[in-house]
Nanobody, 116 residues
Framework: VQLQASGGGLVQPGGSLRLSCATSRSIFSIDIVGWYRQAPGKQRDLVALITTSGATSYADSVKGRFTISRDNAKNTVYLQMNSLKPEDTAVYYC???????????WGQGTLVTVSS
């Protein structure tokens, strides 16, 4: 599976951005698609994920502000980020996980900078 992440950029605190993760094959063939982020000097952490059935899960730090969704026809997963804070600044990575076979794929990352 190839993943193409896009949509990052510079935004002021309180602003919004939408990240996109385009996959090279059907969303339904991927068990879990997730967004992770890594700030400078920190580990890569899970932000949000969506399963084949449409179930979603979020990190506590983004609940109520971020929304993960998918467009099945476009084989794309989105991360809508609202009420952005400076602490949301990081490189955001798209991840795809399949169970059979057990495989893990990463996109190239897109930089989100929240600053005034």
């Amino acid at each position: 599976v190839q993943l193409q992440a896009s949509g990052g950029g510079l935004v002021q605190p309180g602003g919004s951005l939408r990240l996109s993760c385009a996959t090279s094959r059907s969303i339904f063939s991927i068990d879990i698609v997730g967004w992770y982020r890594q700030a400078p000097g920190k580990q890569r952490d899970l932000v949000a994920l969506i399963t084949t059935s449409g179930a979603t899960s979020y990190a506590d730090s983004v609940k109520g502000r971020f929304t993960i969704s998918r467009d099945n026809a476009k084989n794309t997963v989105y991360l809508q980020m609202n009420s952005l804070k400076p602490e949301d600044t990081a490189v955001y990575y798209c991840n795809a996980l399949t169970y059979r076979p057990a495989s893990n794929y990463w996109g190239q990352g897109t930089l989100v900078t929240v600053s005034s």
